[in-house]
């Protein structure tokens, strides 16, 4: 491919289909760049940034605009450039989910356990949402703090409740409790933390960039996108790992080693949910949606709608906006 020619904001592969999505999250998910120091992620931006002025280094190969283009879209927000948190990055939801949700699928018991490993989830998943959040709708300190809160309660309450309920019940269905507790927690969690977008609305472009307006409708269908990405991506690991540790209680190794039981099936269960994640359940759950997502004009607010067909007619047909992760 001629340099001259190559467009880095073109997708690698093509987003309207879900395997070419699911390349594209594979490569920007890749928990290997979570290691990577910041100079390095700043020197793939100063390439990306040099590359969209056309002024690409001598020297530079495809392969290398590449490798950059995937570091920059793994640790920089789409909609500001600006480098996001470690934590809050889709590329560490792998070394970050997993040990989260190995523990919270181990110590499901009591009631002091449950509170604080929910606790531990929903602060991670606050900040990742935040992070991932449509940043062109600005949120403020008092609307994160009230967000993370009624997050954090409600998975609490869910936890807690369905924990006292299932005292009775067969085991396995008391396993299943955390999942329950985290699709809930996300129901309202991710719409609590993008608030401002569905009170004021996203912006909204034709599909060439151009900046029509601001949706609310649009906002909720993003949102409603991302909290159906985010239980999917739980869903496997959370319900299936359950089934695998109730057998793996039964054999006889693991019960002539109680004093060990605790730490290998923490061990197991984190593995596994980790290895799971990292091959398929991250990647596989954001590439449910385009992550540019659209909107047929004729479904927005009557506001917006009637102000771009007064201004481009027919022209424009659909809108388009950043949905976030």
Request: charged letters at 15%; one cysteine or more; aromatic letters at 10%.
């Amino acid at each position: 491919m001629a340099l001259s020619s190559f467009d880095i904001d073109a997708p690698r592969w093509d987003q309207s289909t879900f395997m070419g999505r699911l390349k594209h999250f594979f490569n920007i998910t890749d928990c290997r760049t979570a290691l990577l120091p910041d100079s390095r992620l700043d020197e793939a931006k100063a390439l990306v940034e040099s590359c969209r002025a056309g002024s690409i280094p001598p020297g530079t190969t495809v392969e290398q605009l590449y490798y950059a283009k995937k570091l920059y879209d793994s640790a920089f927000h789409p909609d500001t450039g600006d480098r996001m948190n470690l934590i809050g990055r889709m590329s560490f939801q792998v070394p970050g989910g997993m040990a989260i949700t190995g523990f919270m699928l181990q110590f499901y018991r009591t009631v002091p356990a449950v509170v604080f490993w929910q606790w531990v989830n929903q602060s991670f998943n606050a900040l990742v949402n935040y992070t991932n959040r449509n940043a062109a709708s600005p949120i403020t300190p008092k609307q994160i703090g009230v967000a993370y809160v009624t997050a954090t309660s409600t998975a609490l309450a869910t936890a807690v409740g369905l924990n006292l309920y299932t005292k009775k019940a067969p085991p396995l269905v008391a396993r299943w409790v955390p999942f329950v507790a985290v699709a809930a927690a996300n129901c309202v969690n991710i719409p609590m933390m993008r608030q401002q977008e569905i009170l004021n609305g996203i912006a909204v472009t034709d599909e060439n960039g151009n900046k029509l307006g601001h949706s609310t409708k649009a906002a909720v269908k993003g949102i409603t996108q991302v909290v159906i990405s985010r239980v999917t991506m739980a869903a496997p690991g959370m319900i299936v790992l359950p089934i695998i540790m109730q057998r793996l209680e039964k054999y006889k190794f693991m019960q002539r080693i109680t004093f060990l039981h605790g730490p290998i099936q923490v061990m197991c269960t984190t593995m596994s949910s980790g290895v799971f994640h990292l091959i398929f359940m991250v990647p596989a759950a954001c590439s449910l949606f385009p992550q540019r997502c659209s909107m047929a004009v004729s479904k927005l607010e009557p506001e917006l709608r009637d102000s771009i067909r007064s201004q481009y007619g027919d022209s424009i047909r659909h809108v388009y906006f950043n949905k976030g992760l």
